[in-house]
T-cell receptor, first 116, second 111 residues
Framework: DTAVSQTPKYLVTQMGNDKSIKCEQNLGHDTMYWYKQDSKKFLKIMFSYNNKELIINETVPNRFSPKSPDKAHLNLHINSLELGDSAVYFC???????????????FGPGTRLTVL | DQQVKQNSPSLSVQEGRISILNCDYTNSMFDYFLWYKKYPAEGPTFLISISSIKDKNEDGRFTVFLNKSAKHLSLHIVPSQPGDSAVYFCAASAPGNQFYFGTGTSLTVIP
């Protein structure tokens, strides 16, 4: 049973297109995240989201938007794709525990996006 | 601005020996640190963590050491096994903040 799954695993597309990456977690977690790992291997958070709050990393272009149809899903929509968007995108989730400041994040396998 | 740095992109160690992976950080507000392990084509998986109130945390073959004055942490794996070959990321966070990840160190354990 896959805890955090992402589709597709690979995505190759042309500049200017709009694409979505789906993420689902079956762990019953409260919070989901999107990370981007660029060509220099930096793994940076893009968004964190629970049913109360969306936190956006201010460096993320507004062409990127998370959409959460329900607690188990957080999809990533990207409009007007650019060459620099080529990267591996990881979804993650965590469970919030009262009184616990830090919660272990469980990652999906990643989606490798290539923009031509 | 990379607040967490792993300056060694790769490390090779003989099976049975100790692997030492290093991580430096710049933000003195960081008070929680984690190590993640990543195999090819998989997402990172949590390995071990340490809070700033400790200087050492041990879990089986894995030990994380934290030197707050030097803003440095290290992961020791002993004895190293071929199955430990993976990319290891360190991450750090301040209260209420996001996690900042290093760029990873690729460990190869040679049988």
């Amino acid at each position: 049973d896959t805890a955090v799954s992402q589709t597709p695993k690979y995505l190759v597309t042309q500049m200017g297109n709009d694409k979505s990456i789906k993420c689902e977690q079956n762990l019953g977690h409260d919070t989901m995240y999107w990370y981007k790992q660029d060509s220099k291997k930096f793994l940076k958070i893009m968004f964190s989201y629970n049913n109360k709050e969306l936190i956006i990393n201010e460096t993320v272009p507004n062409r990127f938007s998370p959409k959460s149809p329900d607690k188990a899903h957080l999809n990533l929509h990207i409009n007007s794709l650019e060459l620099g968007d080529s990267a591996v995108y990881f979804c993650a989730s965590s469970q919030d525990f009262p009184g616990q400041v830090y919660n272990e994040q469980f990652f999906g396998p990643g989606t490798r996006l290539t923009v031509l | 601005d990379q607040q967490v740095k792993q300056n060694s992109p790769s490390l090779s160690v003989q099976e049975g020996r100790i692997s030492i992976l290093n991580c430096d950080y710049t933000n003195s507000m960081f008070d929680y640190f984690l190590w993640y392990k990543k195999y090819p084509a998989e997402g990172p998986t949590f390995l071990i963590s340490i809070s700033s109130i400790k200087d050492k945390n041990e879990d089986g073959r894995f030990t994380v050491f934290l030197n707050k004055s030097a803003k440095h942490l290290s992961l020791h794996i002993v004895p190293s096994q071929p199955g430990d070959s993976a990319v290891y990321f360190c991450a750090a966070s301040a209260p209420g903040n996001q996690f900042y990840f290093g760029t990873g160190t690729s460990l190869t354990v040679i049988p």
